[in-house]
């Protein structure tokens, strides 16, 4: 059914539709709106058979969540930034027990200086921690991903996070078509895990694991995800059988016929990016883009395959893995090895800055006159950095480096009288 | 594509007017996408929301940075805000004043767009008569349905009877008639 709603509401809708039985999460800007929403409809009863935990941070959500799933429960949680970071401990714990637990995460840059905006940074943190991670393009496709996850999670036993652009996606409201709960009935079956704890069979989870038998464990946590590679294109097809649009898969081409200049991203800056990518078209250049979903596993012969034609890459991300570069061109870059094609870095939208049309246009038709460097910021105020290592140059108690770049931009007050 | 700005503060419903003009777009058919300016969302700071209205679906993420339209809740963010900023002159102004474009100080700055295409109305006024609040976002939207023609007065009050119901969706729905009204006399 066609709605006009904020993208958090109808990720709420659509997690209430896959049935969960648990649901335990800590509030925290930018994910909160989906949570209450999902404790709205335990309470007032649209969602039944589901346990709402409130808990007193996230580390505790996600250890009662892991809890939950290994006594047989389909279970949800949500959280952001500093927030995955606080239970990191029990993300690696969940993917390392193969618990299918489905998280949201709502991008948020992390701290230091604190910044409650968006960036891929959160993600990044938690990128080899063992869980399956997607990223959504629209709100449309958070909707549809999360009826994936569920079905992906528990035929595999293993945790997926879907990853939205906070604020972006999470506070933008738009028209969203939220299937019917007998649609992701038939999609979703109920749980069946491979692993219970029952009072009345009893096993335990989670025996230490010596140098004998560490190595296969975790080399069958990579074989599994290896199995992903092939279920998510498939789930996503039939996905697309079953509700009549395209969400999900590896990754999704965006006019790449005769593509000399490809742009790789992932989330909600691809849109902006595919009418970049229609604008310099009619303007006769050879651009297309790619949209990567699966960030975990990364589909190192899929990427390839898109970009095998290119003569340039450009991945577009928002982190910064500090002291390298970008964290997605590094792994395109192993995908593209055994080509000698270029890869560029633009890293854009950290902390929430605006990714507008025209920077972007700029930077790809650089890229396409191979004027474009290895490692790009984006919109970076040179003026801004200059004057700081000025500053840090000039003596040695120069002072904190953000307060120091607020005050040049005349953002707070220096003295309060 | 038909791009709108919203200045405001926060407390003035900045954000659920954009909501709500977004709405009144989706039930006439169209696309649209309503999003605030992020984290400032504090009692009597300057906030911004957009809309965007398309044929189509609306896949830009970036702030609305050239606007067609300006709704500005609140005239003392013109001396504070360069709330104009990538305004081009065929663009539509509405500004929640019961003071004209020369008392605001605008009144030469204004000679560059249509006569028909900028009004102030009192919007304030209007919602502490028939909402018994300060808070001017729906009757705006009756004021923006006016001006531009863009969207109907009746899906306008579609949208905020959807998001009020009961009595104050009722007097929202009377202000945005009565700024409906105030800008065709205009």
Not at chain 1, 115 to 124: E, G, Q, T, Y
Not at chain 1, 390 to 416: F, Q, T, W
């Amino acid at each position: 059914m066609l709605k006009q709603i904020e993208g958090s509401q109808a990720m709420a809708e659509a997690i209430g539709l896959c049935r969960p039985e648990v649901i335990c999460a800590y509030p925290i800007t930018p994910q909160t709106h989906i949570v209450e929403g999902l404790g709205a409809m335990v309470k007032d009863g649209r969602l039944k058979g589901c346990e709402y935990l409130n808990v007193e941070s996230e580390f505790a959500a996600l250890s009662v969540a892991i809890g939950s799933s290994a006594a047989g429960a389909r279970t949800y949680t949500a959280t952001a930034s500093q927030g995955l970071l606080f239970m990191l401990e029990a993300v690696y714990n969940a993917s390392g027990l193969g618990l299918p637990i489905v998280m949201t995460l709502g991008n948020r840059a992390i701290g230091a200086p604190i910044n409650i905006w968006n960036d891929h940074s959160d993600a990044m943190a938690a990128r080899d921690a063992g869980w399956i991670m997607l990223f959504a393009e629209s709100n449309q496709e958070a909707v549809d991903l999360h009826i994936q996850a569920f079905r992906l999670a528990e035929e595999l036993s293993v945790p997926v996070m879907v990853c939205v652009d906070g604020f972006i996606l999470t506070h933008a409201v738009e028209r969203l078509d939220i299937p019917s709960q007998e649609q992701v009935d038939a999609f979703l079956p109920p749980f069946e895990p491979v692993q219970v704890l029952d009072p009345a069979d009893p096993i335990s989870i989670g025996a230490m694991v010596g140098p004998e038998a560490f190595t296969e464990v975790r080399y069958l946590a990579h074989h599994k995800q290896m199995t992903a590679l092939d279920r998510i294109p498939e789930l996503a097809a039939d996905f697309a059988a079953a509700f009549g649009r395209e969400a999900g898969g590896l990754l999704k081409s965006y006019r790449l016929d005769d593509a000399e200049t490809v742009v790789l991203a992932m989330g909600s800056v691809m849109g902006t990016i595919k009418d970049v990518i229609d604008d310099m078209r009619a303007d006769g250049a050879r651009i297309g883009g790619v949209s990567l979903c699966s960030f975990r596993p990364f589909p190192i012969g899929p990427v390839r395959e898109a970009l095998q034609n290119a003569k340039r890459v450009v991945v577009v991300e928002k982190d910064l893995a500090v002291g390298l570069g970008g964290v997605v061109a590094a792994n395109v870059r192993m995908a593209m090895r055994v080509f000698d094609v270029p890869v560029c870095t633009v890293i854009a939208g950290l902390g929430g800055r605006s990714i507008p049309k025209t920077s972007l246009r700029r930077t790809f038709e650089a890229a396409a006159r191979n004027e474009l460097e290895g490692l790009h910021f984006l919109d970076l105020n040179w003026d801004v950095v200059n004057r700081e290592l000025e500053r840090a140059g000039e003596k040695r108690r120069s002072g904190p480096v953000a307060e120091n770049i607020l005050k040049d931009l005349g953002l707070i007050m220096h003295k309060v009288m | 594509m038909f791009q709108v700005r919203i200045h405001g503060r926060g407390g003035q419903g900045v954000v659920t007017g954009a909501e709500m003009l977004s709405v009144a777009a989706f039930l006439e058919g169209k696309h649209a996408q309503a999003f605030p300016s992020f984290g400032s969302e504090r009692m009597g700071a300057p906030v911004v929301s957009y809309c965007r209205i398309d044929d189509r679906e609306i896949r830009l993420r970036e702030p609305i940075l050239v606007p067609d339209a300006l709704i500005i809740q609140d005239p003392t963010l013109l001396n504070s805000v360069d709330v104009f900023q990538g305004l081009p002159d065929s663009g539509y102004i509405l500004i929640n004043s019961a003071r004209g474009f020369a008392e605001l100080g605008l009144g030469e700055y204004i000679t560059r767009f249509q006569a028909s295409r900028v009004c102030c109305i009192g919007a304030t006024d209007m919602a502490l008569r028939h909402v018994g609040r300060p808070v001017p976002n729906a009757a705006l939207l009756g004021g923006f349905a006016a001006i531009t023609g863009l969207i109907k007065l009746e899906s306008v009050n579609e949208a905020i009877l959807e998001t009020f119901p009961g009595k104050v969706g009722a007097g929202n729905v009377a202000a945005a008639a009565a700024a409906f009204d105030a800008v065709k006399a205009h």
